[in-house]
């Protein structure tokens, strides 16, 4: 056996290190991810990422502020950001309503101060298979911090997962990490949604609520993390089995990921 | 190739993959060009080190992504030993079934990530997922991967490469 085993000495080297990487991706599914290597890694990455996308973005910027008119391109950023705020407040304010009419006989309501927020583009998109993230061009110095919401026109993005000076990591919904605490727009039902690459899966839903296909999932608030009644996602599928005392619910982010250029981070 | 090449490769593949690529999406579907410059390497290399150059991509992958370190680099371990093994019985780089061998793999590594997935946190969406994100996702890498094989098309340079890598793997 040691013979084969020294024969062989590459190939064991090989499978330890397979049989460690799986160990290893174990234990931060038992205990949380490791944010040790983050910085590092994502000071190098941020700083080629944001040489790469310079040129383009140089480009794009000239090409659309000298063919379209300068001004009509600054207003159409700034309107578009106000607009992103607005939708935010006017989904706010429908939450508000409903809660109103639900609660209307109770007299005392805590005033909700709408939060801060700082528009920011995003520069690149997540590269692994197994995750969900996307690149912000702001960070520490713009006063961003980690776990703040992330939110666009549509509805939330994520929230900041890894911060830099100049750049920051944003998990999106998406990611298999990601746990947001939601509830069924129509009718208050509760529960946890967690990513699952491209989709989201609703959980801890019981066997006996009422969800439907096509109802819309707003931020409950709970996790302290993301303002109450924001558009998260849309019920795309449910399936009940007699064993299980929930319901698999699967949705699908309001969010076009695809499609995001710009987002608001939320400050708290 | 040394370690310090591939490490500088990967380096740059991470940020051009994350920038440049993301215009090239269809619906959020891109092209995973790092999976597909892995396969480039299993080919012209041999199972061992396509392994570990996987493993040492997708460790860089999983930590600028903020994911779970190990996942990607245990997944994409076993895409550059599959290459790699499959190099050995493949000599001409740049015929179509190629792109299908790496359509393939794309699509294997992402059943496997979700089957890990569906392991360790449970409720995937497997069939969904399936059809609306790996499936496309596969074709459009096997597509980008026919074109990186393209400056291979010199047979001579491919046989000197293999018979370096062969020579050294013995």
Known sequence: ?268 | MKPRYYLAIFLLIIPVQASLLSPLSLGGIGPDLALALLFVVGLLTGPREAALAGMALGLLQDVSAASLIGLTGFTRGFVGLGAGLLGRRMFDLTSPSTMLFLTSFSLAEGIFIAILLQLFYGSVPFWNLLFTRLVPQALYTGLLGYFLLQPFRNQKLVLALKRRTIHREL
């Open chain 1, 1 to 268: 056996m040691p013979g084969l085993i020294r024969k062989n000495k590459r190939s064991v080297v090989i499978i330890i290190l397979f049989a460690f990487l799986f160990w290893l991706v174990t234990i931060q599914v038992k205990n949380g991810r490791f944010p040790f290597m983050e910085r590092p890694v994502l000071a190098v990455a941020g700083f080629f990422e944001r040489i790469i996308a310079a040129p383009f973005r140089f480009l794009e910027s000239a090409g659309s502020r000298y063919i379209y008119l300068v001004r009509t391109e600054r207003d159409n950023g700034r309107l578009k950001q106000e607009l992103v705020l607005l939708q935010i407040e006017n989904a706010a304010a429908n939450e508000l309503l409903t809660e109103n009419e639900r609660l209307r006989v109770l007299l005392e309501f805590k005033k909700q101060n709408p939060p801060t927020a700082t528009a920011v583009q995003i520069i690149a998109k997540g590269n692994s298979p197994a995750s969900s993230t996307i690149t912000i061009n702001k960070g520490s110095h713009d006063g961003i911090e980690k776990d703040m919401a992330v939110v666009a026109e549509d509805g939330v993005v994520g929230r900041v997962q890894a911060v830099l000076p100049n750049t920051a990591k944003v998990i999106l919904i998406t990611d298999p990490g990601s746990t947001l605490a939601v509830r069924v727009q129509r009718n208050r039902e509760e529960g946890l949604l967690e990513g699952k690459l491209g989709l989201c899966a609703l959980k801890y839903v019981s066997f006996y609520a009422d969800i439907q296909e096509g109802d819309l999932l707003v931020t409950s608030g709970l996790d302290g993390l993301f303002p109450k009644g924001l558009p998260v996602a849309t019920v795309v599928q449910v399936t009940k089995h007699e064993a299980s005392a929930f319901q698999a619910v699967t949705a699908r982010p309001i969010v076009s990921f695809s499609r995001l250029e710009e987002a608001l981070v939320l400050k708290k």
